[in-house]
């Protein structure tokens, strides 16, 4: 999934339209308001990331067509505005190439509204082409107008008839806004349907699209992919001594805490570099070797779990990774991630061990070809020779697609990953 770029039609009163699938997440505007040229006007939802996409034009919001929560096809009309400005001339949208490595894509993330001349004018109300009649929802008892999903579920979750709402929004079509609206007047109407005796002890959370999108990547990837699991155990003591000696300088120097993220990426990355079937995807008929190593570091932002990117990493430095691991997961807790952050991950690191995991079996980022779970590292009693000592131990468990890797390639890659850091201690450069 893309960007949801917009496009416009050439008259008086644009409507805006995506080119990408993706979720309404909020409107930053509402009919009335003006809008200034580049200023955000929604926010968008994909499964890659949250962004507020820019009006290209300035003028005045005059309808919203598509509601909060609504997930819309490529196409799809979402907002009419009126504006005084020439539209300039744009190429028609086209999907992007398909190619091999997509390190080479022609998607370009930096683009995330333009306009369009010369596509079929906006009928009355907004819809594309000549009106059209209003078509029965199958899931709508007595017929009616469509209903988008968020409005079904909001009738769904009060118990609603939608046949007893009048309808303001295209073709007679209930509109969110429209069921708030309903319940406001009708307070008896506003408590969720009880259903039966079982039900009253539970309770029901609405999915945000941000979680709907979440399951249905995870749901994909389980389907999809076979998984196969490998755990080794590493000795870090060394690296344990190494940050412990490095922390505070680091900290003075750079500003922020010096953790365990960038050393893990460090010997992901050179471990990839000689095990290149697990830098790659699945073809088909073939396997996709990935030339570039762009890994993924898992973070669990307050909009859910999102994966941006550090791209080159084979190429970074320890301190290198530290920066760039802080500034993706800083901007990903304020939601200011672009998509170019969370594009062309070949692999995906998951340190589930700062919430205090010691193993895990994590679910492969469809479509890499392996995801490593670095573990909490504990104090343990553990034999070296003939002695038993402390040593400060940690798990790495690695989920591998099994179409294009087997446990010798996975093992043998596990266990470059653990030699390199085992190999870490005191006195070791982080430039």
Same mark, same amino acid.
């Given at each position: 999934?893309?960007?949801?770029?917009?496009?416009?039609?050439?008259?008086?009163?644009?409507?805006?339209?995506?080119?990408?699938?993706?979720?309404?997440?909020?409107?930053?505007?509402?009919?009335?308001?003006?809008?200034?040229?580049?200023?955000?006007?929604?926010?968008?939802?994909?499964?890659?990331?949250?962004?507020?996409?820019?009006s290209p034009v300035g003028g005045s919001l005059r309808k919203v067509l598509a509601q909060e929560g609504e997930t819309?096809? +490529? #196409?799809?009309? @979402?907002?009419?505005?009126?504006?005084?400005?020439? %539209?300039?001339?744009? =190429?028609?949208?086209?999907? *992007? &190439?398909?190619?091999?490595?997509?390190?080479?894509?022609?998607?370009?993330?930096?683009?995330?509204?333009?306009?369009?001349?010369?596509?079929?004018?906006?009928?009355?109300?907004?819809?594309?082409?000549?009106?059209?009649?209003?078509?029965?929802?199958?899931?709508?008892?007595?017929?009616?107008?469509?209903?988008?999903?968020?409005?079904?579920?909001?009738?769904?979750?009060?118990?609603?008839?939608?046949?007893?709402?009048?309808?303001?929004? +295209? #073709?007679?079509? @209930?509109?969110?806004?429209?069921?708030?609206?309903? %319940?406001?007047?009708? =307070?008896?109407?506003?408590? *969720? &349907?009880?259903?039966?005796?079982?039900?009253?002890?539970?309770?029901?959370?609405?999915?945000?699209?941000?979680?709907?999108?979440?399951?249905?990547?995870?749901?994909?990837?389980?389907?999809?992919?076979?998984?196969?699991?490998?755990?080794?155990?590493?000795?870090?003591?060394?690296?344990?001594?190494?940050?412990?000696?490095?922390?505070?300088?680091?900290?003075?120097?750079?500003?922020?805490?010096?953790?365990?993220?960038?050393?893990?990426?460090?010997?992901?990355?050179?471990?990839?570099?000689?095990?290149?079937?697990?830098?790659?995807?699945?073809?088909?008929?073939?396997?996709?070797?990935?030339?570039?190593?762009?890994?993924?570091?898992?973070?669990?932002?307050?909009?859910?779990?999102?994966?941006?990117?550090?791209?080159?990493?084979?190429?970074?430095?320890?301190?290198?990774?530290?920066?760039?691991?802080?500034?993706?997961?800083?901007?990903?807790?304020?939601?200011?991630?672009?998509?170019?952050?969370?594009?062309?991950?070949?692999?995906?690191?998951?340190?589930?061990?700062?919430?205090?995991?010691?193993?895990?079996?994590?679910?492969?980022?469809?479509?890499?070809?392996?995801?490593?779970?670095?573990?909490?590292?504990?104090?343990?009693?553990?034999?070296?020779?003939?002695?038993?000592?402390?040593?400060?131990?940690?798990?790495?468990?690695?989920?591998?697609?099994?179409?294009?890797?087997?446990?010798?390639?996975?093992?043998?890659?596990?266990?470059?990953?653990?030699?390199?850091?085992?190999?870490?201690?005191?006195?070791?450069?982080?430039?």
């Amino acid at each position: 999934m893309g960007a949801m770029n917009l496009e416009c039609d050439n008259s008086a009163s644009p409507c805006w339209r995506v080119r990408r699938r993706g979720t309404i997440g909020a409107w930053l505007k509402q009919p009335g308001d003006t809008v200034e040229r580049y200023e955000p006007l929604v926010e968008v939802i994909t499964d890659k990331v949250t962004m507020e996409l820019p009006s290209p034009v300035g003028g005045s919001l005059r309808k919203v067509l598509a509601q909060e929560g609504e997930t819309l096809p +490529m #196409g799809a009309p @979402i907002a009419e505005m009126e504006t005084d400005e020439d %539209l300039p001339e744009m =190429p028609p949208p086209t999907e *992007p &190439a398909v190619v091999a490595d997509q390190s080479q894509s022609t998607e370009q993330p930096g683009t995330i509204g333009y306009l369009v001349k010369d596509v079929a004018p906006v009928a009355h109300g907004g819809g594309a082409g000549p009106a059209q009649t209003s078509i029965p929802d199958p899931e709508t008892p007595g017929g009616g107008a469509r209903l988008s999903p968020a409005v079904r579920r909001l009738l769904r979750e009060h118990g609603l008839d939608p046949s007893r709402i009048t309808g303001t929004g +295209m #073709g007679g079509r @209930i509109t969110r806004e429209d069921v708030q609206n309903y %319940l406001s007047s009708h =307070p008896t109407a506003a408590a *969720p &349907a009880s259903g039966d005796a079982a039900n009253q002890d539970e309770e029901y959370l609405p999915l945000t699209p941000v979680r709907r999108m979440i399951a249905d990547a995870m749901v994909r990837s389980a389907s999809q992919i076979p998984h196969a699991w490998s755990t080794v155990e590493a000795d870090v003591s060394g690296l344990v001594s190494l940050r412990a000696d490095s922390r505070a300088s680091f900290e003075k120097q750079e500003g922020f805490d010096l953790t365990y993220l960038p050393f893990f990426a460090k010997a992901v990355a050179e471990a990839l570099e000689e095990y290149p079937t697990l830098n790659a995807s699945w073809g088909g008929d073939k396997i996709i070797l990935k030339k570039k190593i762009n890994i993924g570091i898992a973070v669990a932002a307050p909009q859910g779990l999102v994966v941006p990117v550090i791209h080159d990493a084979d190429k970074m430095s320890v301190a290198e990774l530290a920066r760039a691991a802080q500034d993706l997961t800083e901007r990903a807790r304020q939601n200011k991630l672009t998509l170019a952050d969370v594009q062309r991950g070949t692999f995906t690191l998951n340190n589930t061990g700062a919430l205090g995991s010691i193993s895990s079996q994590p679910i492969i980022n469809y479509p890499q070809a392996a995801i490593l779970a670095t573990e909490a590292i504990e104090k343990r009693a553990v034999v070296r020779g003939d002695a038993i000592v402390i040593r400060s131990m940690m798990n790495l468990c690695l989920s591998f697609d099994h179409r294009i890797n087997d446990g010798a390639e996975a093992g043998s890659f596990l266990q470059a990953v653990k030699g390199k850091l085992e190999g870490l201690g005191p006195g070791a450069p982080l430039n």
